[in-house]
DNA sequence: TTGATATGCAAGTAATTACTTGCATATAAT
DNA sequence: ATTATATGCAAGTAATTACTTGCATATCAA
């Protein structure tokens, strides 16, 4: 699977990106202390936690017993590179054309 | 269900994204031009287009028995606005700090 | 008006995904 | 040592998603 794929699927669920959003907030938490904003079980969180990290959005380090885990924005650059700044504005001239009426294949 | 949830789902998918590019290429394909690109049935086409036009990222115009697909760039600007920006840089100085041995909790 | 083209609608199947339950292991606290 | 805490691993279930097949409708061309 690419690596724009893992990314666009780690990013596609909510709770993910609400993971996203608590390490946002508070970098450095364990797997119990984000468990505890998800009403979901610990498991469900862990696997979400493995496909962000599959998607390189978080790292992980492990203290004594405890697993912290870290947001990581370089993959989010990426997309901005690929998939927004791309697509920044000029378009929709041709659609506003069409809706005025001028219905033609020629200029 | 969530504007941001159907953005998300809506790129989640390589053939839509696949979409999104095509119509980058060349804007107001009609649903048959952007079929001869994919090896899927129309009806799969038609399926990801719908959850395109859903998040707002395609808009349609009918010419006579033709259907046109526009891209729109903006709801990849509010992307880019509340996930990409948001999340710029400064982070991973606390992951390299505990990589590096401090392991502590206090400053 | 007949036939071909461009598309829509709906139901079904196959694959994937989100989430759970149950048990195992390792670190820490007493 | 014993118990509690933090987590991992694996298999199962339920829901969702991607894609197909078959038939219907509307526009265009002859």
Not at 31 to 45: E, F, I, K, N, Y
Request: net charge positive; charged share 25%.
């Amino acid at each position: 699977m690419s690596e724009a794929d893992l990314l666009f699927k780690a990013l596609a669920d909510p709770s993910r990106r609400k993971l996203l959003d608590l390490l946002y907030a508070h970098d450095g938490r364990t797997l119990g202390q984000l468990c505890a904003h998800l009403s979901m079980t610990r498991q469900a969180v862990t696997q979400h936690l493995a496909l962000l990290e599959g998607a390189n959005l978080v790292a992980v380090v492990w203290r004594g017993r405890e697993k912290l885990h870290f947001l990581n924005p370089v993959p989010l650059q990426q997309v901005y590179e690929r998939w927004i700044r791309k697509f920044e504005r000029p378009r929709l001239a041709a659609l506003d054309a069409l809706k005025k009426g001028l219905e033609g294949d020629e200029p």
